[in-house]
């Protein structure tokens, strides 16, 4: 398997799953304004999307969007699923609520937005954030283990750091129990993040 990543991207999701699974892979970084990866490659011929995450697989299928990546790595992985008969449902809905509701919100912090439409865009995060927190079923998510719809929110969490949007207790909890596990570490390492 290989990662394709950028630094701060949220990719980071996808290559924390990775080393949370303690498997060999490869991984290079993409510069996302350029679309030239570490090797000087051209990322539009790796896939004409042009955005991380890509997970290449050895069968040489790659797969991109965080969701249908997460999901496949939960299915590797099972320990980073949900368990149950609506299981992998329920996982591919925070998955969809974390994509579509948090990921997508901080569009006007990472591309100059006004001041106003950065308010705005805080104070939904914040919202659905709270929702979020009020369904929180363990230390993670899901439970008292961390999987694939952590390791997303996880990226959403240090954005929210990073341009100070405010975020509740328990999912703050989370993010402070994920950064102190030592895949998450070495994943923010392996990055040039910590
Ligand atoms: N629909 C994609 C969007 C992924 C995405 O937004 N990737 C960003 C980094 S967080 C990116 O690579 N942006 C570069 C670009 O769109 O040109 C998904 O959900 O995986």
Known sequence: MKLYYCPWACSLAAHVALHEADVPFEHESVDIRTKITATGTDFN??????YVPALLLDNG???TENIAVLDYLAG????FGVDGPLGRTRLVEALAYIS????????????N???QQKATASAYITARMAYLGGTIKGDYLFGDQP???DFYLFVNTRWAERFDVDIPPAIAAIHQRLNARP????????????
């Open 61 to 63: 299928e790659l797969l």
């Open 76 to 79: 590797v992985y099972p320990q």
């Open 113 to 115: 937005g006004t001041d």
């Open 183 to 194: 895949a998450v570490q070495a994943t923010l390492r392996a990055e040039g993040l910590a």
């Open 100 to 111: 579509t509701e948090l990921h997508k919100s901080y569009k006007p912090f990472w591309h």
């Open 147 to 149: 999987g694939v719809a």
């Open 45 to 50: 011929s790796v896939t004409r999307k042009g």
